[in-house]
Protein backbone atom coordinates (compact mmCIF):
# COMPACT_ATOMS: atom_id res chain seq x y z
CA UNK A 1 0.00 0.00 0.00
CA UNK A 2 0.60 4.00 -0.13
CA UNK A 3 3.18 4.82 2.46
CA UNK A 4 3.84 8.47 3.60
CA UNK A 5 6.87 9.07 5.93
CA UNK A 6 6.81 11.84 8.14
CA UNK A 7 10.44 13.18 10.15
CA UNK A 8 11.25 13.76 12.81
CA UNK A 9 8.99 11.58 14.61
CA UNK A 10 9.67 13.30 17.86
CA UNK A 11 11.35 16.57 18.31
CA UNK A 12 12.10 18.37 21.56
CA UNK A 13 13.10 21.94 21.38
CA UNK A 14 13.59 25.12 23.32
CA UNK A 15 11.12 27.88 23.13
CA UNK A 16 11.96 30.13 21.16
CA UNK A 17 13.73 27.81 18.06
CA UNK A 18 11.83 26.65 15.04
CA UNK A 19 11.36 23.17 13.99
CA UNK A 20 11.20 21.79 10.69
CA UNK A 21 8.82 18.59 10.23
CA UNK A 22 8.86 16.73 6.61
CA UNK A 23 6.52 15.02 5.09
CA UNK A 24 7.44 12.38 2.17
CA UNK A 25 5.03 10.23 -0.49
CA UNK A 26 7.08 7.44 -0.80
CA UNK A 27 5.61 5.66 -3.62
CA UNK A 28 3.62 7.90 -5.69
CA UNK A 29 3.01 11.62 -6.22
CA UNK A 30 1.04 13.94 -3.98
CA UNK A 31 -0.29 17.04 -5.35
CA UNK A 32 -1.66 17.81 -2.16
CA UNK A 33 -1.04 16.74 1.14
CA UNK A 34 -2.59 17.51 4.58
CA UNK A 35 -1.47 18.82 7.80
CA UNK A 36 -2.67 18.08 10.99
CA UNK A 37 -2.48 19.08 14.57
CA UNK A 38 -3.55 16.64 17.59
CA UNK A 39 -3.46 17.87 21.23
CA UNK A 40 -4.01 15.31 24.24
CA UNK A 41 -7.52 13.33 24.27
CA UNK A 42 -8.47 15.67 21.23
CA UNK A 43 -9.41 14.89 17.84
CA UNK A 44 -7.51 15.92 14.91
CA UNK A 45 -7.80 19.61 13.65
CA UNK A 46 -6.84 20.39 9.81
CA UNK A 47 -3.87 23.03 10.19
CA UNK A 48 -3.89 23.86 6.43
CA UNK A 49 -3.74 21.90 3.06
CA UNK A 50 -1.06 22.19 1.33
CA UNK A 51 -0.39 22.66 -3.18
CA UNK A 52 2.48 21.31 -4.74
CA UNK A 53 3.97 24.53 -6.19
CA UNK A 54 1.71 26.93 -4.49
CA UNK A 55 0.89 28.57 -1.16
CA UNK A 56 -1.06 26.33 1.55
CA UNK A 57 -4.58 27.18 2.39
CA UNK A 58 -4.82 27.63 6.37
CA UNK A 59 -8.07 26.71 8.52
CA UNK A 60 -9.27 29.42 10.54
CA UNK A 61 -7.07 30.15 13.41
CA UNK A 62 -4.24 29.03 11.84
CA UNK A 63 -1.17 31.92 11.91
CA UNK A 64 0.37 31.62 8.69
CA UNK A 65 3.44 33.10 9.78
CA UNK A 66 3.59 30.46 12.13
CA UNK A 67 3.57 27.68 10.65
CA UNK A 68 5.32 28.06 7.46
CA UNK A 69 4.49 25.25 4.70
CA UNK A 70 6.42 24.53 1.51
CA UNK A 71 5.25 21.85 -0.90
CA UNK A 72 8.41 21.97 -3.76
CA UNK A 73 8.00 18.78 -5.31
CA UNK A 74 5.37 16.10 -5.79
CA UNK A 75 6.60 13.57 -2.80
CA UNK A 76 7.87 16.12 -0.42
CA UNK A 77 5.77 18.84 1.87
CA UNK A 78 7.27 20.48 5.06
CA UNK A 79 6.00 22.17 8.20
CA UNK A 80 8.52 24.91 9.98
CA UNK A 81 6.95 25.66 13.70
CA UNK A 82 8.77 29.53 13.73
CA UNK A 83 9.39 30.65 17.47
CA UNK A 84 7.88 27.54 18.85
CA UNK A 85 6.39 28.36 22.27
CA UNK A 86 5.04 25.28 25.12
CA UNK A 87 1.89 25.75 23.76
CA UNK A 88 2.95 23.99 20.53
CA UNK A 89 4.13 20.71 21.98
CA UNK A 90 1.33 18.84 20.21
CA UNK A 91 1.66 15.58 17.77
CA UNK A 92 1.64 16.82 14.06
CA UNK A 93 0.40 14.75 11.62
CA UNK A 94 0.58 14.64 7.92
CA UNK A 95 -1.37 12.78 4.81
CA UNK A 96 -1.38 12.82 1.33
CA UNK A 97 -3.39 11.62 -1.77
CA UNK A 98 -2.22 10.00 -4.31
CA UNK A 99 -2.38 12.24 -7.22
CA UNK A 100 -4.94 10.44 -9.46
CA UNK A 101 -8.15 10.25 -10.52
CA UNK A 102 -10.62 10.70 -7.83
CA UNK A 103 -10.49 11.18 -4.03
CA UNK A 104 -9.61 7.84 -2.74
CA UNK A 105 -7.94 7.44 0.16
CA UNK A 106 -6.04 9.32 1.84
CA UNK A 107 -2.56 8.28 3.60
CA UNK A 108 -1.10 9.48 6.71
CA UNK A 109 1.97 9.51 8.40
CA UNK A 110 3.46 8.13 11.07
CA UNK A 111 2.99 11.51 12.82
CA UNK A 112 5.48 13.69 14.53
CA UNK A 113 5.31 14.67 18.53
CA UNK A 114 6.84 17.73 19.37
CA UNK A 115 7.62 19.19 22.73
CA UNK A 116 8.78 22.80 23.69
CA UNK A 117 10.25 23.55 26.86
CA UNK B 1 -19.34 23.16 9.47
CA UNK B 2 -18.65 19.11 9.87
CA UNK B 3 -19.07 17.86 13.14
CA UNK B 4 -18.22 14.03 13.71
CA UNK B 5 -19.28 12.60 17.85
CA UNK B 6 -18.14 9.15 18.15
CA UNK B 7 -19.45 7.28 21.16
CA UNK B 8 -18.69 5.98 23.44
CA UNK B 9 -15.75 7.57 24.63
CA UNK B 10 -13.90 4.61 26.03
CA UNK B 11 -14.51 1.16 25.65
CA UNK B 12 -13.54 -1.74 28.54
CA UNK B 13 -14.48 -5.43 27.99
CA UNK B 14 -13.21 -8.90 27.85
CA UNK B 15 -11.49 -10.77 24.96
CA UNK B 16 -13.98 -12.45 22.41
CA UNK B 17 -16.63 -9.55 23.06
CA UNK B 18 -18.46 -8.70 19.81
CA UNK B 19 -18.37 -4.58 20.21
CA UNK B 20 -20.40 -1.37 17.83
CA UNK B 21 -18.69 1.76 18.03
CA UNK B 22 -20.58 4.39 16.52
CA UNK B 23 -20.11 7.80 14.70
CA UNK B 24 -22.53 10.30 13.83
CA UNK B 25 -21.79 13.24 11.65
CA UNK B 26 -23.90 16.93 10.94
CA UNK B 27 -23.99 16.95 7.51
CA UNK B 28 -24.42 14.32 5.26
CA UNK B 29 -23.33 15.53 1.99
CA UNK B 30 -20.15 13.37 2.32
CA UNK B 31 -17.87 12.13 -0.67
CA UNK B 32 -16.90 8.95 1.93
CA UNK B 33 -16.28 7.69 5.43
CA UNK B 34 -13.16 6.13 6.85
CA UNK B 35 -12.48 4.34 9.73
CA UNK B 36 -9.11 4.62 11.73
CA UNK B 37 -7.16 2.84 14.13
CA UNK B 38 -4.39 4.85 16.09
CA UNK B 39 -2.02 3.44 18.66
CA UNK B 40 -0.72 6.19 21.21
CA UNK B 41 1.95 8.01 19.94
CA UNK B 42 1.39 6.66 17.06
CA UNK B 43 0.04 7.40 13.11
CA UNK B 44 -3.17 6.28 11.83
CA UNK B 45 -3.83 3.08 10.11
CA UNK B 46 -6.93 3.22 7.68
CA UNK B 47 -9.08 -0.20 8.35
CA UNK B 48 -11.90 0.80 6.00
CA UNK B 49 -13.40 3.33 3.71
CA UNK B 50 -17.08 3.67 2.62
CA UNK B 51 -17.39 5.49 -0.60
CA UNK B 52 -20.67 7.66 -0.07
CA UNK B 53 -22.85 5.07 -2.55
CA UNK B 54 -21.95 2.21 -0.29
CA UNK B 55 -23.75 0.80 3.05
CA UNK B 56 -20.76 -1.22 4.01
CA UNK B 57 -17.43 -2.48 4.06
CA UNK B 58 -15.80 -5.26 5.67
CA UNK B 59 -12.24 -6.56 6.19
CA UNK B 60 -11.33 -9.88 8.26
CA UNK B 61 -13.31 -9.18 11.94
CA UNK B 62 -14.27 -5.83 11.20
CA UNK B 63 -17.56 -4.34 9.38
CA UNK B 64 -18.60 -0.84 8.87
CA UNK B 65 -21.68 0.59 7.98
CA UNK B 66 -22.71 3.64 6.55
CA UNK B 67 -26.04 5.38 6.75
CA UNK B 68 -25.60 8.57 4.74
CA UNK B 69 -28.83 10.25 4.85
CA UNK B 70 -29.11 10.12 9.04
CA UNK B 71 -25.68 10.83 9.24
CA UNK B 72 -24.38 7.28 11.38
CA UNK B 73 -21.81 4.79 10.68
CA UNK B 74 -21.08 1.59 13.17
CA UNK B 75 -17.95 0.01 13.38
CA UNK B 76 -18.67 -3.53 14.28
CA UNK B 77 -15.51 -5.44 15.89
CA UNK B 78 -16.03 -9.37 15.99
CA UNK B 79 -14.39 -11.88 18.41
CA UNK B 80 -12.19 -8.88 19.81
CA UNK B 81 -8.21 -9.70 21.10
CA UNK B 82 -6.60 -8.16 23.12
CA UNK B 83 -4.53 -6.56 19.94
CA UNK B 84 -7.47 -4.79 19.35
CA UNK B 85 -6.97 -2.08 21.62
CA UNK B 86 -6.47 1.36 20.49
CA UNK B 87 -8.23 4.44 19.43
CA UNK B 88 -10.48 4.42 16.94
CA UNK B 89 -11.15 7.27 14.64
CA UNK B 90 -13.91 8.10 12.74
CA UNK B 91 -13.51 10.71 9.64
CA UNK B 92 -15.49 11.92 6.94
CA UNK B 93 -14.64 13.74 3.75
CA UNK B 94 -16.89 16.20 2.27
CA UNK B 95 -18.45 16.59 -0.48
CA UNK B 96 -18.43 20.07 -1.50
CA UNK B 97 -16.87 22.66 -2.69
CA UNK B 98 -12.84 23.58 -2.29
CA UNK B 99 -12.73 21.21 0.77
CA UNK B 100 -12.58 18.33 -0.96
CA UNK B 101 -9.86 15.58 0.15
CA UNK B 102 -9.87 17.02 4.24
CA UNK B 103 -11.46 15.00 6.56
CA UNK B 104 -13.10 16.03 9.10
CA UNK B 105 -12.78 13.67 12.53
CA UNK B 106 -14.07 12.57 15.72
CA UNK B 107 -12.34 12.27 19.00
CA UNK B 108 -12.46 8.66 19.14
CA UNK B 109 -13.63 5.76 21.01
CA UNK B 110 -10.39 4.46 23.13
CA UNK B 111 -10.86 0.54 23.33
CA UNK B 112 -8.79 -1.69 25.92
CA UNK B 113 -9.71 -5.18 25.35
CA UNK B 114 -8.61 -7.41 28.22
CA UNK B 115 -7.32 -11.52 28.57
Known amino acids: GAVVSQHPSWVICKSGTSVKIECRSL??????MFWYRQFPKQSLMLMATSNEGSKATYEQGVEKDKFLINHASLTLSTLTVTSAHPEDSSFYIC?????????????FGEGSRLTVL | KQEVTQIPAALSVPEGENLVLNCSFT??????LQWFRQDPGKGLTSLLLIQSSQREQTSGRLNASLDKSSGRSTLYIAASQPGDSATYLC??????????????FGRGTQLTVWP
Open chain 1, 95 to 107: SARDRGPGLGELF
Open chain 2, 91 to 104: AVTPDRGSTLGRLY
Open chain 1, 27 to 32: DFQATT
Open chain 2, 27 to 32: DSAIYN
